[in-house]
């Protein structure tokens, strides 16, 4: 350590510390979002990663009784804490277009789909999903005010709209899911 720090610095290189050091700041990542790409019911949607806790792989669901119905779909035990599971698809409404045209809705019949934990005001909840694509990151100023058609659909769930990976992406408004959680279990 000491042959490196103090080895003399050259005059070359201590010319370019000194132009590194007085160049402005770019200032990359103030306003950027995480956002945890899911999809459920056959659409890709969107977590604000801050709104996430943690993602589940496996984890079994126990009926409740006289409790369990279509959006509640049980408790897990995850590492010693239990967690209310609902059906993302099923809170958002995603499943009334398929059952009303015949068609099997998507994920519904899977008994182990993977959960995203949402903790929303000290609250941890988790929300059944098909499949979890991973966290992307972009510019805040990228997400869209959503159209009043879609803000009303999905039960009042929809935050954002987003372009990412060439598709579009509904982001979801954690607080307004907790609501509709919170009803299908009274």
Do not use: Y
Request: aromatic share 4%; charged share 25%.
């Amino acid at each position: 350590m000491r042959e490196l720090f103090g080895k003399p610095l050259s005059d070359a290189d201590l010319d370019a510390a000194t132009r590194a050091l007085a160049a402005p700041i770019i200032e990359v990542g103030l306003d950027r979002v995480s956002l945890l790409l899911v999809e459920c019911g056959g659409e890709t949607m969107a977590f604000r990663a801050a709104d996430v806790a943690m993602v589940i792989a496996r984890a079994p669901r126990h009926r409740v009784p006289h409790r369990t119905n279509s959006i509640f779909r049980g408790i897990a035990n995850h590492e010693g804490e239990l967690l209310l599971c609902f059906a993302l698809e099923r809170a958002l409404g995603l499943d009334a277009g398929a059952q009303q045209a015949g068609k099997a809705v998507p994920g519904s019949a899977v008994p182990n789909r993977p959960l995203v934990v949402i903790e929303e005001s000290r609250r941890r909840w988790a929300i059944e999903v098909d499949r979890i694509f991973g966290v992307e990151d972009l510019d805040a100023a990228e997400l869209r005010k959503p159209p009043l058609t879609l803000a009303a659909a999905h039960n009042g769930c929809t935050d954002a709209l987003a372009r990412l990976s060439g598709r579009e992406v509904i982001v979801l408004d954690a607080k307004a899911l907790g609501c509709v959680a919170q009803g299908a279990i009274r």
